[in-house]
Each structure stands twice: as structure tokens, then as C-alpha cells.
């Protein structure tokens, strides 16, 4: 199968630099997470921080020149705040991809699906109405099980109209999240007022909760539905050509994007139910790589996995710095970026 109509033109040259693109993201990923873990309301330089690491994991491997304050600081604060990030980053980016290649719709991604909504109603439910029964592990299971309860909703809707092809589903989707953020609102309002705010924190986004029992669990998703994708990533270019083209060559195409839509369920429940509800990231990531390597998802989907790490690790340096020692809620970050960006692009494409 040719893919030469996915990366036209000068985009050639770049793509035969792949490899070197990728190890210059990963290199900037790090040097990114570093920087991340030592700015903050205590500025802590890079040696320490690295010499903190070190020590964890290698005892007695290096001199402590250094607090157990620091220390502290670093590994149980922000060294699991900034891998959260990294990690959801990463799997949005994959996620608004995914999703943008079996809908052929750009301005696909987990929030216009209702995927981040149902996480959000799952999480809501626990925090205003039935309480941390579970313990610490109750919200982050809620709200994966409404990621999923919302996927399969959708799922249904579209396959009892009859509405599996790209632009009925996603129509199918955005109406499925009105009425999902409709019942999330409804049980905020019928909440305890005095823990409202709680929740509208969760809701816009935040990595202040992060915790290193917890990181297994984004990440292990990440690295199963991110290999499931990659190794789809042929399937994938055949559906950018519509569901005739990609049927032509042999693809199932209505069982494929099923279970392509339930795969980003499974990678935005686990997302959302750490990290709240971070908007922009899956619809912008994939957007900015597809206009410097094209449209082949061979390169598009770890591109955007590494660019979508390297921008949540950002945002969330700005999140803790710009009004210190208050820490901004990084959907706001995100929305803010991403509608700047979004008026831009428009502006970009306006018509001749």
C-alpha cells in the first residue's frame, strides 16, 4: 500500500531524518522533565536534582551534598508530578490522533466524543455523592469506568441508527457528551456546595495529586494501547482515504475503528481519571506534527507522543510559576494555548 500521498513534497527530506527527530524530541523530553522538577516556589539546580535520582536508584552511588527537604521536594513531589504529566501528554496526543484518523475529522479528540466528559461524571459521582469508599483508588476506577460506560453509549447510539460511518459517529459523539456534561452538571449542583470546588478543580485539570503508586497505572496504558496503535499504524493511513479505499484494502473497516474508538477510551479513562479533564492536547498535538511530517501515522503517532509529553511538561511548569505559590488548574493553560492556537490556524487557512 503507497503512502506517498500522505507525506508530499519537501516532507520527504524530513522523514528520512526520522530517527534523528526522535532521539533530538526524547533528548529535549528529559532535558524538559529536568527543568520541570527544578523550578518551582523552591528552585532547586539540575545536579541536585540529578544527584537526588541517582541516589534513589542506585544507593550510596553518589555524595549527599544536599537537604532531606530537597530530597524530599524532588522525588516525592515533583519528579512523579512531571512523569504524570509526561505520561498524559504523551497519551492524549496518541489518543486526539487516533481518533482524528478513523473519524477523518481534524477536530476530533476525547472531549468532542464525550470519552473526557463520562471520566468527568464518573469522578463527580464520587466526590459530591458516594464518597472515597474504595479509598484513594475510588476516583481514578469511577472515572475510568465513565470513560468506558460513555464509549460503549456511543458505540450503541451509533450502531442502533446506524451511524458507524466517520461523520455520524462523531455527530453521534458530540451529542452523547452534551447530554453526558448535562449529568455531571446536574450532580454538582445537587452536591454538597462546601466540596464543589474540589471538583471544579478536578474538572479543569491538574497533576497536584500525583503520587508514585499511582504511575503504573497511566503508564502501563500508555505503553499497551500506544504499541496497539503503532502497530495499526498502516490501518490507520488506509482510513485517512475513507471507509471504500480503506475496505478495498482489506481492512474491516467498521470492527477496526470499534475498536480503535474502545483502545482510546481504555488510554483517555486512565488519563482523566489521574490527571482530571485536560483539554487541547489531543486536539492540538497532532495538528502541529501533521504540518511538519505529513500525514503518514507511521511518524505521526510517536511524534505526537513525544510532542504532546514535551507540551503538557511545559504546561505545567507555567502552571506552577506564573502566579506562585498558587498552582493554576492546567486545563487552563492548555485551553489558553490551544485557542490562540486554533485562531491562528484559522486564520492561516482563511480562503483567498
Known amino acids: 500500500m503507497s503512502h506517498h500521498h500522505l507525506v508530499a513534497g519537501p516532507r520527504h527530506a524530513i522523514l528520512h531524518q526520522l530517527p534523528l527527530i526522535l532521539a533530538a524530541l526524547a533528548f529535549l523530553l528529559v532535558a524538559t522533565m529536568v527543568a520541570a522538577v527544578s523550578l518551582g516556589s523552591v528552585a532547586i539546580p539540575p545536579e541536585t536534582v540529578w544527584g537526588v535520582i541517582a541516589n534513589h536508584l542506585f544507593p550510596g552511588s553518589v555524595e549527599v551534598t544536599w537537604s532531606g527537604g530537597r530530597d524530599n521536594i524532588v522525588w516525592e513531589v515533583r519528579l512523579p508530578r512531571v512523569i504524570l504529566g509526561a505520561t498524559i501528554g504523551a497519551s492524549l496526543a496518541l489518543v486526539g490522533a487516533a481518533l482524528q484518523a478513523i473519524t477523518r475529522n481534524q477536530l476530533a479528540d476525547p472531549h468532542l466524543l464525550g470519552i473526557s466528559s463520562g471520566a468527568a461524571l464518573g469522578a463527580v459521582i464520587v466526590l459530591l455523592h458516594t464518597g472515597m469508599f474504595l479509598g484513594l483508588a475510588t476516583v481514578p476506577l469511577f472515572a475510568f469506568g465513565g470513560a468506558l460506560l460513555t464509549t460503549a453509549l456511543v458505540v450503541f447510539v451509533a450502531n442502533f441508527s446506524d451511524a ?19 449529568l455531571g452538571s446536574l450532580g454538582i449542583f445537587l452536591g454538597d456546595p462546601r466540596a464543589a470546588h474540589t471538583v471544579i478543580f478536578w474538572m479543569l485539570g491538574g497533576l497536584g495529586l500525583s503520587q508514585w503508586a499511582q504511575l503504573p497505572y497511566p503508564l502501563l496504558a500508555l505503553l499497551c494501547c500506544g504499541c496497539y496503535l503503532l502497530a495499526n499504524a498502516r490501518h490507520l493511513n488506509a482510513m485517512t482515504l475513507g471507509d471504500e479505499s480503506a475496505t478495498t484494502l482489506g481492512i474491516p473497516v467498521r470492527r477496526f475503528r470499534m475498536v480503535v474508538f474502545v483502545v482510546c477510551a481504555l488510554l483517555t479513562g486512565a488519563a482523566v481519571a489521574f490527571a482530571g479533564v485536560i483539554s487541547f492536547v489531543g486536539l492540538m498535538i497532532p495538528h502541529i506534527v501533521r504540518l511538519v511530517v505529513g500525514g503518514d501515522y507511521r511518524r505521526v ?9 514535551i507540551f503538557l511538561v511545559l504546561a505545567d511548569i507555567a502552571a506552577r510559576t506564573i502566579i506562585p505559590p498558587q498552582d493554576i488548574p492546567i486545563g487552563v493553560i492548555t485551553g489558553l494555548v490551544g485557542g490562540v492556537f486554533f485562531v491562528a490556524l484559522t486564520r492561516k487557512r482563511k480562503p483567498r
Not at 461523520?167 to 451529542?175: C, D, F, I, N, W
Not at 503517532?301 to 509529553?309: H, Q
Open 164 to 182: 458507524t460511518d466517520a461523520s455520524r459517529l462523531v455527530l453521534t459523539g458530540v451529542a452523547i457528551s452534551f447530554v453526558v456534561t448535562s
Open 301 to 309: 503517532l510517536p511524534l505526537s507522543a513525544l510532542v504532546g509529553a
